[in-house]
């Protein structure tokens, strides 16, 4: 099987790898797949909270090259987007930028899957927070 | 040294020059039919055919009237269950296999079971192999076959045969063995393995693809098979078909070089297969290897890199030719089914990586291979948010996945 070109440059250079710290009120952080399927997907934002845009994304990927690829180009299409851009962000957007062919097209739906997972986490942490930060 | 290196040596093996050199006049100036019984085109055909049923009688001590030339194992496999599922159906009904056996042989049960047989697939230990009292267990008085494999393609563990067969015997059934991955590269004897039948590829053994044999005890018992295929009526009434002369020619020289070769070359090969699991081991952490490392084929290695996905680590590695059995290098999208049997979990089946040695990998290139999947490993662990977890001390068998 071949990959695409944009498979293999991400695979051969990933971007925004790392993990981000997970208690931090501004870091939304969501884990998707298992490893018995295969594949997971560690996906992190960071929001600026006067902003309200993603400052930072972080991925890691126990998967195969289309899984690694498709969470970073996540990472790279999530910075400077606000939270609800972040949402807008399809499954097939990736699978047509990577060029995946159908028997890949799971991964980039764990991909999105890993996008919603990490905004609901953020904004669940505001959430909670909210009545405390108004009198900040 | 030559990139790309190959070692994916179960699944198929190139042809040894001097096997070729013995197949080529075979194409063109002594093309007779061997059936050709009033020329010399079709004696010289013959006697070329008889010299190579020697060399493969000999190679696992077997008398030459025993061996059926076929297209390969998998026709073996499927002339010898379904040839005694047919001969011997008023005997029984009951044929004993075990879950890692080859598709060949599985396939091949599946539809006799819907024909009416009854097939019981005896599972494995964790180190691959049989528990004899569970096959001691499952015979019955209607069990006409036994049939376990002598290596296995994957894992490469070697199975008792030798205790097997004792067991079949003891039943009065009759002992198949799909020996394809094991003639050539362990001694394999039909009457110390006590062996009815016998499955024998060439390709797998420096031979060409497209050829292969089944043995066919004729004494003590005397093992009578249905023939699969009609017509001219060639081995015996066995297998019909004008034989591959240039290809059964090609199984015999290689037979008798790996009957030569073999206390050397797998000296040889066992050296580089112990260097190349040492570096794995001590280099990296939580390496496993799987399937028993002491019953094993000399030159197989099959080693599950935990927290890293088997085709992600094929890609990093794409200078060298091995294979996986995660799930996305198999067209069914399954984790290998063989590691599944062994119980390890299919998260380790997803990171395995299948290394198969030949007499033509150096120790250069085991070097090679050795300091590139520790180099790969280590940057997929990087990326592997499974192995950061399991740094911090997750048990990741108690988290709740998302599974999709």
Known sequence: MAYSNKVLDHYNNPRNVGSLDKKDPHVGTGMVGAPECGDVMKLQV???PVTG???????????CGSAIASSSLATEWLKGKTVDQALEIKNTDIVNELALPPVKIHCSVLAEDAIKAAITDYKT??????????TA | MKLPIYMDNHATTPVDPRVFKAMTPYFTDTFGNAASRNHSFGWVAEDAVEKARKQVADLIGANNKEIVFTSGATESNNLALKGVAEMYAEKGNHIITAATEHK???DTCKRLEKEGL?????PVETNGLVD???LRAAMTDKTILVSIMYANNEIGVLQPVAEISKIAKERGALFHTDATQAVGKVPVDVIKDGIDLASISAHKMYGPKGV????????????QLTAQMDGGGHERGMRSGTLNVTGIVGLGEACAIAQRDMPEESKRLSYLRDKLKNKLMTELDEVYINGTIEHRLPHNLNISFAYVEGESLLMGIN??????????TSATLEPSYVLKALGAGDDLAHSSIRFGLSRFNTEEEVDYVGNKVVEVVQKLRELSPLYEMAKEGIDLSKVQWAAH
């Open chain 2, 118 to 122: 009854k097939v019981t697939y005896l």
């Open chain 2, 319 to 328: 200078d060298i030719a091995v294979s996986s059995g995660s799930a996305c």
């Open chain 2, 132 to 134: 004899l009292d569970k």
């Open chain 1, 46 to 48: 960071k929001v600026d």
């Open chain 1, 53 to 63: 845009i993603i400052e930072e994304a972080k991925f890691k990927t126990f998967g």
């Open chain 1, 125 to 134: 942490k505001q959430g909670e927070k909210k009545p405390e930060s108004v």
């Open chain 2, 104 to 106: 060949a042989i599985l």
């Open chain 2, 212 to 223: 292969g044999a089944l043995y066919v005890r004729r004494r003590n018992p005397r093992v």
